[in-house]
Nanobody, 121 residues
Framework: QVRLVESGGGSVQAGGSLRLSCEAS????????LGWFRQAPGKERQFVTG????????YYSDSLKGRFTISRDRTKNTVYLQMNNLQLDDKADYYCAAALKMQGLRQPKYWGQGAQVTVSS
């Protein structure tokens, strides 16, 4: 079991940066694969990136990998999403999620409450 709490959302102009944080708590939060999803208005929620307990990462696309970076601090049980060169299409609600392995992020067991990211021109 794990509980997820996101923070760090906000508003930024195109080309700017934001860093999202997700603190995981529970009996063994360090054993979970953690990931980020996003959902824009009128769109389906989509996978962005994930990181395993060992530090292995996966990104939805090469373009996202070039601008977004996922990392985790096992001592703090926190996963981060550094977002650089934000574009208008990046505007969405961003959700932290947890699963037992990377494949489990296809259907995460746990979700955070979401963090709003707004990008203006």
């Amino acid at each position: 079991q794990v509980r997820l709490v996101e923070s760090g959302g906000g508003s930024v102009q195109a080309g700017g940066s934001l860093r999202l944080s997700c603190e995981a708590s529970g009996r063994t939060p360090s054993r979970y694969t953690l990931g980020w999803f996003r959902q824009a208005p009128g769109k389906e929620r989509q996978f962005v990136t994930g990181i395993t307990s060992a530090g292995g990462t996966h990104y939805y696309s090469d373009s996202l990998k070039g601008r977004f970076t996922i990392s985790r601090d096992r001592t703090k049980n926190t996963v981060y999403l550094q977002m650089n060169n934000l574009q208008l299409d990046d505007k969405a609600d961003y959700y932290c999620a947890a699963a037992l392995k990377m494949q489990g992020l296809r259907q995460p067991k746990y979700w955070g409450q979401g963090a709003q990211v707004t990008v203006s021109s």
